[in-house]
Each structure stands twice: as structure tokens, then as C-alpha cells.
């Protein structure tokens, strides 16, 4: 099946800078990536998606990229702000409905 | 609009008791899900329903029992419970039809002593 991995698993940065979020996965049937925000104690909440189709997509202060020939997108946060601080997980669907989770990056803004 | 909504929030279980945990959705979805979240191990499916009258086993499946009661309604049950089952478990759910959004329920914190 599909296995999805993060790097870096934490990643600490400045408020006011630009934080970036790999994920690699395996199986080259994927076509569906979307990024889930989970907060302290909240559930995941989807923030951005993108199909195989599309190279990038951006919403405000947040974007995604994927590189299909690769097998990996990344997830780009500018202008970082403290309410930024999170975990976030990627997945990768391939249509069958399921998706397949990455296992996180805990991101933590400093103000 | 409710979105996913899942009861109980919080529940303590000693070993070898059985309990139900119910999840329920109003956004009319085909697909339902059920995942366990621990600490550093993301999110692993444990079953999921892709349409009405069907599920499948996740990546996690042992311990566990499901029902898809109708369209909205997906329930998981622990009919003997582990310490090792101690998780946070999600409820979400989906369009379905293929590579879709899934909107995911406010969780429920199970502890088994």
C-alpha cells in the first residue's frame, strides 16, 4: 500500500518567516495530496489540496507543490505567525477512497 | 450544519470491557472512516465504510468492530478492551467516488486501565 513520510518531523522557526514541509510517498497511482492542520487537542482540519493534475496552488500565506516525477509535494507557509504553531500531516489518496497519512511535522512559530 | 459529530468525548475503560463508539455525519457523504491517532504515529485507519452497507478493514483492524447503520451513522466497537487500545479515535468522512476531502469528527479520548 501507500506510505507516505514527513521531513522534518519538528521544525521551529521565527514569526514573520517562511517555513517549508516535505512529504515523500511510494505509489505513483496517487492523485490526490491534500495538508491537515491539527491544533493542541483539536481535530485535523484540512487547509489545502492539490490533484495530480495541477503543479501548485496557493491560498493567502499558505501553497503546495508536487512533483509527480519525484513522488514528493511540500506545503510553503510565508510571513509565519504564532497561530501557525501546529501539526501538520500530509496523505495521499489514490482513489479508492482511502488516504494514506504521513505522521506529522510539529511546526512551532517563535515569536 | 453539524458537520461530523462524535460521542462520547471522553471515556475510561478497564480491561476487558466492551464499549460503542458512535459517529455521525449530516453532510449527506457516502464514505465514513474510523482512525486512531497516538503520539507520533499520525493517523491509521482502522476501517472504513465506502458507501452505505459496506466496510473495509484499515491498516489497524484487530480488537475492532464496525457497523454502518444507515448513511449517516458509522459505529466502531471495542467488544474487549486493551491498555494498548488507549488512542484517540477520530470519525471522519467523505464524498466518496474516489480521491476526496475528508472531514473529520471532534474525537474521542479513550483510556483503558
Known amino acids: 500500500g501507500e506510505n507516505v513520510e514527513q521531513h522534518p518531523s519538528t521544525l521551529s522557526v521565527q514569526e514573520g518567516d517562511s517555513a517549508v514541509i516535505k512529504c515523500t510517498y511510494s505509489d505513483s497511482a496517487s492523485n490526490y495530496f491534500p495538508w491537515y492542520k491539527q491544533e493542541l487537542g483539536k481535530r485535523p482540519q484540512l487547509i489545502i489540496d492539490i490533484r495530480s493534475n495541477v503543479g501548485e496552488k496557493k491560498d493567502q500565506r499558505i501553497a503546495v507543490t508536487l512533483n509527480k516525477t519525484a513522488k514528493h509535494f511540500s506545503l510553503h507557509i510565508t510571513e509565519t505567525q504564532p497561530e501557525d504553531s501546529a501539526v501538520y500531516f500530509c496523505a495521499a489518496g489514490d482513489g479508492n477512497n482511502r488516504l494514506a497519512f504521513g505522521k506529522g511535522n510539529q511546526v512551532v512559530v517563535i515569536p | 450544519n453539524a458537520g461530523v459529530t462524535q460521542t462520547p468525548k471522553f471515556q475510561v475503560l478497564k480491561t476487558g470491557q466492551s464499549m460503542t463508539l458512535q459517529c455521525a455525519q449530516d453532510?449527506?457523504?457516502?464514505?465514513m472512516y474510523w482512525y486512531r491517532q497516538d503520539p507520533g504515529m499520525g493517523l491509521r485507519l482502522i476501517y472504513y465504510?465506502?458507501?452505505?452497507?459496506?466496510?473495509d478493514k484499515g491498516e489497524v483492524p484487530n480488537g475492532y468492530n464496525v457497523s454502518r447503520l444507515n448513511k449517516r451513522e458509522f459505529s466502531l466497537r471495542l467488544e474487549s478492551a486493551a491498555p494498548s487500545q488507549t488512542s484517540v479515535y477520530f470519525c471522519?468522512?467523505?464524498?466518496?467516488?474516489?480521491?476526496?476531502?475528508?472531514?473529520f469528527g471532534p474525537g474521542t479520548r479513550l483510556t483503558v486501565l
Open positions: 465504510s465506502a458507501s452505505e452497507g459496506t466496510t
Open positions: 453532510m449527506n457523504h457516502n464514505s
Open positions: 471522519a468522512s467523505s464524498t466518496g467516488g474516489g480521491s476526496d476531502t475528508q472531514y
